[in-house]
């Protein structure tokens, strides 16, 4: 974790406002990285060691004192370079990445949290977090309390003098239901309670929740930011004091969950491109979600950037344009979903989103098929058997819809 105070050249503003002098493309291209400092490499060398060695003592007690230099679990020179540039891209102090987004959820609760302390989180959430805020947390003396914070003054009565953070999504994975960053901030700050917002389905080139007044963001750095479908990654961004804690308690010795170098590399080579290739993913999501919206065997479709979506507005607030995440639903239902999904030749059935192929699922069909090992798998609240996720790749988008097209056909 290095905070970007430390790197001179795109300092932040000492008021905290994110005026930093270069554009969001040119920072994801070079932020945190001189050449000078690794032999003129132009791109980002991979440091394979699990340990640093030392001059003398005296240079092992100054890298200690610098937040951990000792040991590769703690600090890694590529690592670093991917922490300061994501830090950099949200508008935060610091960074601290991970092996996984589970990870980052993982640190961040336990670092922050205790045995009696309360979390309150919005009733729809991504199903592994779920799983960790209903099975996992509970077993450590902390409460969760579900809220729906499409209504923000819930949290009047939701947060008690126990409560240490308020966590949500948004878009709200797997609905494409949007929530209002800063009306939920500012009711959380009323109280003195931190906001941390999972900010995986927009990514910064879409959306930098700090900027709306959120307090902690985390990425699933396996989703959009590397965006090639090729590696795991997690990041917690915010503010330099708290980022510390995540860093020297949360990854060095609660959860330890580093990230390897070579996955901080793909995730700085793919970060490169990424409002390029968000530009592209929204282009070709809304066009698909005009042609679903308009398709007889289409029921419903969800997509913020839809002036027929309910969160329209708030998403046109918050958010430069929408992701290629979707969610859509058949009038023929959960049997139709199956159907449909056989047919399709083009799109990827498979879990997991952002990446350059289109990929499609149906959570009601794998939440049927889980519940023959686990009985206490179930639907996450607000997701119906019909709801299809659908995550628009970057390929041609007529292909896509001609795909789409013959797989509707008839149903
Ligand atoms: C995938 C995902 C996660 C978990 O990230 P992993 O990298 O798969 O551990 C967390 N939140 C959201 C919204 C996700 O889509």
């Known amino acids: 974790m290095r905070s970007n105070s430390d790197h001179g050249e795109h300092q932040e503003q000492p008021d905290g406002s994110h005026t930093a002098s270069l554009g969001f493309d040119t ?35 100054a890298a200690a004192a610098l937040g951990g230099r000792l040991y590769a679990r703690e ?32 640190t961040l609760i336990l670092s922050l949290l205790s045995q009696g302390d309360e979390l309150v989180v919005h ?83 879409l959306q930098r929740p700090i900027e709306h007044g959120a307090d902690i963001v985390l990425h699933s750095l396996t989703k959009y930011i590397s965006g090639h479908g090729d590696t795991l990654g997690g990041a917690l961004l915010g503010d330099a004091e708290t980022l510390y804690r995540l860093h020297e308690t949360g990854l060095r010795y609660i959860t330890g969950a580093t990230l390897a170098p070579h996955s901080a590399f793909l995730i700085l080579r793919g970060l490169k491109t990424l409002s390029l290739r968000m530009e592209r993913h929204g282009t070709s999501a809304l ?53 449909m999904l056989d047919r399709l030749k083009l799109l990827t059935r498979a879990v997991s989103l952002g990446d350059t192929d289109s990929l499609i699922y149906h959570p009601a069909s794998i939440t049927r098929a889980r519940q023959s090992v686990r009985k206490d798998a179930h639907m996450i609240s607000g997701v119906g058997d019909d709801l299809i996720r659908l995550s628009v790749g970057l390929e041609d988008v007529n292909d896509l819809i001609g795909d789409l097209r013959q797989a509707l056909r008839g149903l």
């Open 75 to 106: 600090y890694n020179p590529t690592t670093e370079i991917l922490e300061q540039r994501l830090a950099n891209l949200e508008g935060a102090e610091a960074g601290v990445v991970l092996s996984t987004g589970m990870a980052a959820f993982g």
């Open 287 to 339: 066009a698909i979600a005009r042609i679903l919206e308009a398709h007889p065997a289409v029921s419903w479709v969800s997509y913020p950037f839809l002036e027929t979506h309910p969160d329209h507005a708030i998403a046109r607030k918050q958010m430069a344009q929408g992701s290629g995440m979707l969610a859509f639903g058949l009038h023929a239902g959960f049997d139709g979903a199956r159907t």
């Open 123 to 205: 009733k729809t959430l991504y199903s592994n977090t779920v799983a960790m805020v209903e099975q996992g947390l509970p077993r450590f003396g902390i409460k969760v309390v579900p809220v729906d914070l499409a209504d923000p003054s819930k949290l009047d009565a939701a947060i008690t003098e126990r409560t240490q953070l308020v966590y949500f999504e948004t878009p709200v994975n797997p609905l494409s239901s949007i929530l209002d960053i800063a009306a939920i901030a500012k009711r959380a700050h009323t109280h003195g309670v931190k906001v941390a917002v999972d900010s995986t389905f927009a990514s910064p080139a």
């Open 27 to 61: 920072r994801a291209i070079h932020h945190g990285f001189d050449p000078a400092a690794f032999k003129r490499a132009v791109q980002p060398p991979v440091f394979l060691t699990s340990t640093y060695g030392f001059e003398s003592v005296e240079a092992n007690d």
